[in-house]
């Protein structure tokens, strides 16, 4: 049994920073891609960055400059730091991990259960 959980949401005023971390435990064989998606109101759900095992990260244009997505191979975990947040950011914040079970299995996505994210004054 795999499990993805997320912290670090909350209520932020808009130019402030929150910084999420999700922990990725259980029956974990293998560990590969990790990435943020967001759903915000009313909207489908959005890629925000990915990181490779080896910390190739990569950024959709809206959160470029102002997100750092990073990774700790060692205790599986992965971070988002998120800066100069603006209402438009105000979201569900699901942490992403593709992860090999066991040696005989394949690699499946597991999704943690999300976070809330709210920018407003």
């Known amino acids: 049994q795999v499990q993805l959980v997320e912290s670090g949401g909350g209520l932020v005023q808009p130019g402030g920073s929150l910084r999420l971390s999700c922990v990725a435990s259980?029956?974990?064989?293998?560990?590969?891609?990790m990435g943020w998606y967001r759903q915000g109101p009313g909207k489908q759900r959005e890629l925000v960055a990915g990181?490779?095992?080896?910390?190739?990260?990569n950024y959709e244009s809206f959160v470029k400059g102002r997100f750092t997505i990073s990774r700790d191979n060692a205790k599986n975990t992965t971070a988002l730091q998120m800066n100069r947040l603006t209402p438009e950011d105000t979201a569900v914040y699901y942490c992403?991990?593709?992860?090999?079970?066991?040696?005989?299995?394949?690699?499946?996505?597991?999704w943690g259960q999300g976070t809330q994210v709210i920018v407003s004054s």
């Open positions: 259980g029956s974990i064989f293998r560990l590969n891609a």
């Open positions: 990181i490779t095992p080896d910390g190739k990260t």
């Open positions: 992403n991990a593709r992860i090999k079970p066991s040696y005989e299995s394949g690699s499946y996505d597991y």
